[in-house]
């Protein structure tokens, strides 16, 4: 299979003024950025005001000894295997659409409690967990998405929209394939890396919770990373507290025609919430590098205002300081991986397919409305989007790969 890099488009390169920076982060780059940053005497030398010096929590781990003190695994056994096809059955014998898919619908009585700690542990202690063991083999490929909805709503029962049209018509959207998509698709409407091969930077997805799906892994490659971005937060934060100060203030946020409307949002990327109540002090980060590069036929539009040289060292910081901390997991066939999308990043490396190893993955945002973050004021319209009105009636899970409209190019229905 021809590599995906072969296929890549030319495309403009954004607005004018735009600073020299791209979806792949360069090193040499960011390092010359930097030095002429540091060297600016007019950076800030503090932290915004409010601001922690230092986060104290599980949530702040690093890669290279996270496995030392946590075993970031459950393996699924022989009974509870058992209890998963009786769950199935049970569904299948009720004859309802997979949108009507609920804790109630896909009954676990033991593995529910093991499920909602995983919960627990997303939220509230490192915020990363995989369920390992589905023989993915064993089952049709509806089945397969039927199982997937089924124990990710014992985790976090709320499922978000991933796009709000499928076949032409309006809809509720609930579940995307990443997979390779570049030998059957035209490049120039590819408009994300997880219908390529090529490397994912470090980002985060939209929602509370992102669960991604194992169906098939690739020949090579294709490894899943994940890092605290509260351990980020405490680098850069005991480092370079203007970089801090510059991630808190408002970004123009390409919105690249979604929910039918061109032109750009503007929000901060980084959102401190002190303690109050019973909710404890938490660190929320969440971008998408591809909103401010652009990437392959989805360039940063033309008629926006271009980002900042602090805001493109920003970027690149946010990107090799995860890069340093992540942890690398071998990311199997039939593993669900369940992660904090607010307090984490991911990323994914290259890969190749061949013939018979094709890497698939399916993914599904979620939200537990139990033990969910409150959500910053800044954030809302965006999770309104993913969460708000959606209908079990209204779901829809594609069986097959396709793109979604935000990362097409194309126009998005209004929500309905």
């Known amino acids: 299979m021809a590599a995906a890099a072969t296929l890549q488009p030319t495309f403009a390169a954004g607005p004018v003024g735009q600073p020299d920076i791209a979806y792949a982060p360069n090193w040499d780059t960011y390092q010359a950025r930097a030095k002429r940053h540091v060297d600016d005497e007019k950076r800030a030398k503090s ?31 022989e009974s509870d295997i058992a209890e998963i096809d009786s769950a199935l059955n049970h569904f299948k014998n009720l004859e309802k659409p997979l949108g009507e898919i609920t804790q109630d619908t896909f009954p676990l009585p033991s593995l529910h409690a093991v499920l909602r700690d995983v919960s627990r542990e997303i939220h509230d202690g490192h915020g990363f967990k995989v369920v390992r063991g589905i023989p993915v083999e064993k089952y049709t490929r509806e089945d397969n998405i039927a199982i997937y909805a089924g124990l990710a709503a014992h985790v976090a029962p709320t499922r978000g929209r991933q796009d709000s049209s499928f076949g032409g018509r309006p809809a509720d959207v609930a579940l995307a394939h990443i997979k390779d998509l570049t030998a059957t698709v035209d490049p120039h409407k590819i408009g994300a890396p997880a219908y390529t091969t090529e490397k994912q930077v470090f980002h985060t997805d939209v929602g509370d919770v992102i669960a991604l799906f194992a169906l098939a892994e690739a020949a090579e490659g294709g490894e899943s990373y994940l890092a605290s971005s509260w351990h980020v937060y405490n ?7 203007d970089l801090i100060k510059t991630l808190s203030e408002p970004w123009n946020i390409d919105e690249f025609g979604k929910n039918g409307k061109p032109g750009y949002s503007a929000r901060p990327l980084l959102y401190h919430q002190p303690a109050e109540g019973d909710a404890p002090e938490r660190l929320i980060i969440q971008y998408a590098r591809r909103s401010f590069t652009g990437y392959w036929g989805l360039p940063r539009s033309a008629d926006i205002p271009p980002i900042t040289e602090a805001q493109a060292e920003a970027l690149d910081a946010l990107h090799f300081t995860a890069e340093k901390s992540a942890v690398a997991l071998e990311f199997q066939a039939g593993d669900i991986q369940f992660v904090n999308n607010l307090s984490i990043f991911h990323a994914r490396g290259s890969f190749k397919d061949s013939a018979e190893k094709q890497r698939h993955l399916i993914r599904l945002w979620l939200r537990d409305e139990e033990r969910a973050w409150k959500t910053p004021q800044p954030l809302q319209k965006l999770w309104d989007r993913v969460f708000a009105g959606v209908r079990a009636e209204n779901q829809v899970f594609p069986l097959e790969p396709f793109l979604r409209t935000p990362s097409s190019g194309e126009k998005v229905p209004a929500l309905q």
Do not use: I, N
Request: hydrophobic residues 35%.
């Open 235 to 241: 680098q850069l934060a005991a480092t370079r507290p």
């Open 47 to 77: 932290l915004p005001d409010g601001f922690p010096k230092k986060l104290e929590s599980e949530l702040v781990w690093h890669g290279a000894t996270v496995s030392d003190k946590y075993q970031w695994w459950y393996r699924l056994t």
